[in-house]
């Protein structure tokens, strides 16, 4: 499987953001499609997943500013971010995995396949 993310750049405070992230390969029996992000000297932390049946789930810090939705593109996951704040700041990754249960779809390890990543900058 190979996850490739872009969209990332460089936005003023408020500004808004749309990230994308293509599936390819063996990806048949991937049902979960998550974002994370890390910013130097930190943990890489959860922002957001999806399972293409629909169902969602957001970190605290985003919740209400940004949205998981499936896009246009088959195997295709979108990440719209909007009301930008500087602490958003971070590379941003996707991952995908199978079998992940709905307690561990905020646990990086629970993912087995990552993109490259895709840096976000929130500045003025």
């Known amino acids: 499987v190979q996850l490739q993310a872009s969209g990332g750049g460089l936005v003023q405070p408020g500004g808004s953001l749309r990230l994308s992230c293509a599936a390819s390969?063996?990806?048949?029996?991937?049902?979960?499609m998550g974002w994370f992000r890390q910013s130097p000297g930190k943990e890489r932390e959860f922002v957001a997943a999806?399972?293409?049946?629909?169902?969602?789930w957001y970190s605290d810090s985003v919740k209400g500013r940004f949205s998981i939705s499936r896009g246009n593109a088959k195997n295709t996951v979108e990440l719209q971010m909007n009301s930008l704040e500087p602490e958003d700041t971070a590379v941003y990754f996707c991952?995908?995995?199978?079998?992940?249960?709905?307690?561990?779809?905020?646990?990086?390890?629970?993912?087995?396949?990552w993109g490259q990543g895709t840096q976000v900058t929130v500045s003025s």
């Open positions: 991952a995908t995995g199978g079998r992940i249960i709905n307690t561990s779809v905020r646990v990086a390890p629970a993912y087995d396949y």
């Open positions: 390969g063996r990806t048949s029996n991937r049902d979960v």
């Open positions: 999806m399972r293409w049946s629909g169902a969602t």
